[in-house]
């Protein structure tokens, strides 16, 4: 792999004032697992605008890029990324009500989105009280709890790609699935979303979302470093009881933790590495299939080098082709 000149980059990016431009950006900033090493070139544009000229500029010039919103699902390599990170955390805030359609910018936080939709007396985003993160991650992942999920939500998205540019794809394009979309193998970056609700009662709304807050704070390591569930659900068993059925809660490699109020969240208790982390869902997955015959698959998403020293582009994010989960017991 050729190396690439991110000194000259960083400075024209500046030139075009889209927003702050940081070199060598520690991503530990910018995670909730406080772990990654730095970005090569860290992009804070201030305008929707910015985030498009700033995706086009990069793909003209073949150089990688990779979107984050508030870094509550990905586990960054200590090694950092040879990459333009851009955050949407500035420039997609923008939101409006309309009757009961919600229309956000995808850097706006999901939390964010419940609380506004509550206070219009609206219906169906009480779920996403409990989820950190912007709404672009929550487009990604189908982000969902409670028996609810963005699919129920969501109308229609306006996405960037490489090829088409700035178009609008319907709900059934972005092919919701549970913790999946077609955002995790399509190079769609989400500019906004179309919610619809539903008119609800207001004491009722906010009841639920309190309700769903309590039952958080009681069965999940709430205000320690983690990234929410480490692996998806494998249907119709759950990933956290099979964790804690092999006996797992409390293990420990360097400072990563299997929090012992939820087997399924590994917590930083310390100055935690990536390869930390890494290291222990080896040892979960491998446990679990010698005792259960059950694949786990990481929910939470890779953002680095390959071994292969592969460019983090968006295709090779996933675990099974980074970093050798491809097997369980390998
Ligand atoms: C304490 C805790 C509890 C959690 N509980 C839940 C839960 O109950 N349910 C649940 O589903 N998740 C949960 N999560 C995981 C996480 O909050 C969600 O997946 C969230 O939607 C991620 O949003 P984000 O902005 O942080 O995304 P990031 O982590 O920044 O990014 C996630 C992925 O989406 C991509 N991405 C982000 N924005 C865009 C965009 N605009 N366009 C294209 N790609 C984009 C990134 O490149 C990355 O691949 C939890 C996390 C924590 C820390």
Redesign the pocket.
Known sequence: MTSIDFAPIARDLRSLKLGAVLDEEPLSRHT?YRIGGPARVYLEPTTEDGVVTSLEWLKNRDIPY?????????LVSDRGVQAVVIS?SRG?KDCSISGTTVEAG?GVL?TKLSHLAERSGLAGLEFAI?????L??????N???HGSAMVKVVKSVRVWDPVAGVHQISADEAEFEY?QSR?QRYP???LSAEMVLALGDHDHIRQTMRHFMAQRKST?P?GEP????VFKNPTPLYAGQLIERVGAKGWRIGDAEVSSLHANFITNVGQAKASEVLHLMRRIRCVVYQRYHVILRPEV?WIGPGEGGARATWEN?WFEEGVGLREPCE
Do not use: K
Not at 226 to 229: E, I, P, V
């Open positions: 909730s990779f979107i984050l919103g508030q870094g509550t699902n990905v949407t997609l995808s999901l409990s989820i950190p993160g912007t672009g991650g929550a487009l990604v992942m982000a969902g709890a913790r955002f769609w970056i989400a999940q709430v983690n990234a929410g569930s998403r994010l």
